[in-house]
Each structure stands twice: as C-alpha cells, then as structure tokens.
T-cell receptor, first 112, second 113 residues
C-alpha cells in the first residue's frame, strides 16, 4: 500500500532563499509523481508531473527531482518570493491507474 | 473555458439529511475524481470514474454514492449525512488516468451538525 510523507510540515523563510521540500513514498513501482500547490481556501494547482523515466522536471523557478530507488522526490524553489507562500503537496499513484495518494503537505511562508 | 466547477461552495447540513455535490468539467476529460480533505490527513480519494459510464471506489467510499451523468458531469451524493463527513470536497479531472495531470475544482466546504 502506498504511503506518502512530506517533510517538513511547515517552513518559514525570508524572501530570496533557495529551499527544498521533501516527499517520500513507500511503493517505488510508480510511473509518475506529481507536485501541487494549494492556496488557502482554494483548490489544487498542478505544478510539475515527473514521469518515472525522467529524473527531473523544471518549470520556471521550480525544479522537481525523482529517485524511485530511494523512494524520494524533492521540490526545489529558487529565489523564493512572498507569492510562493502556499501549501505544497506531492502525490504518487497507488495500486492502479486511477488512484493518487497525497502527502499531508508542506505549508510554506515566505516573508519580505 | 471554466475548467472544473463545483456547486455549492458552502453547505451546512443536519445529521441524517441528504445532499448532492455537483461537479462539471469542460475540458473533454475522460476521468473524474472525488476527494475529501481533512486537516492533517491530506486528500483522500472517495470515488473515481475512469470513463463515462464507469465508477469505482477509492480509499474512503463508505457513506457516499456517485453518478457519472455524462462525460462532463460527476456528482457525489451523501444519503444520510454524519458529522464525520464534515470536510472540504474536491472534484478533479484528467485526460485519461493517473499518467496525466489532474485538474481540480475550487472545492465545497461541508459542515454536518
């Protein structure tokens, strides 16, 4: 059974810092892993989807890596800005094509 | 192009009442999903529909029923609401299945008294 864990649960940083969010999963037989962003009171927005054949995926200041052998993914945010403040969730498939298991999220606060 | 829309945005029910949460997508996606989000527990899949005419249980289906009315619409019904069903409910859709990005609606905040 897939379990997804995110560390840290919360993070507060000054503007401009580079930071790393961590995601670990127990079942490494995955074909992709997704990172989402959630603003307070809002739905989820997809940030990056990494296929199992890829090791990295980049979008602007965001870079996500995937290491299936160790059961880990990281989301790297460069030069953080106050607008990056949100909860970041990772999700991995479980037991079939239509089931995503989500981590509890990392709540990020970037202060000016 | 509205993406994924959900109604209502907020709802308060008394224990034992029934209601249906509506979801529609205009992206011509085949797969649709219902999740619930509770503090500290992340999102959990309630039901999903891989394609029009099919539905399957997710992690936490007890107390819920779903209907895939057509390709655009996927509704979630609570037949007899319980306080444990107080949560935020999200609908999502994807082109096919979990190899594809899921797009989420804004959510319905449900309180059961």
């Amino acid at each position: 059974k897939q379990e997804v864990t995110q560390i840290p649960a919360a993070l507060s940083v000054p503007e401009g810092e580079n930071l790393v969010l961590n995601c670990s999963f127990t079942d490494s037989a995955i074909y992709n892993l997704q990172w989402f962003r959630q603003d307070p009171g809002k739905g989820l927005t997809s940030l990056l989807l990494i296929q199992s054949s890829q090791r990295e995926q980049t979008s602007g200041r965001l870079n996500a890596s995937l290491d299936k052998s160790s059961g880990r993914s990281t989301l790297y945010i460069a030069a953080s800005q106050p607008g990056d403040s949100a909860t970041y969730l990772c999700a991995a498939p479980s037991g079939g094509y239509n089931k995503l298991i989500f981590g509890a999220g990392t709540r990020l606060a970037v202060h000016p | 192009n509205a993406g994924v829309t959900q109604t209502p945005k907020f709802q308060v029910l008394k224990t034992g009442q029934s209601m249906t949460l509506q979801c529609a997508q205009d992206m011509n996606h085949n797969s649709m999903y219902w999740y619930r989000q509770d503090p500290g527990m992340g999102l959990r899949l309630i039901y999903y529909s891989a394609s029009e005419g099919t539905t399957d249980k997710g992690e936490v289906p007890n107390g819920y029923n779903v209907s895939r009315l057509n390709k655009r619409e996927f509704s979630l019904r609570l037949e007899s609401a319980a306080p444990s069903q107080t949560s935020v409910y999200f609908c999502a859709s994807s082109v096919e299945r979990n190899t594809d990005t899921q797009y989420f609606g804004p959510g319905t905040r449900l309180t059961v008294l």
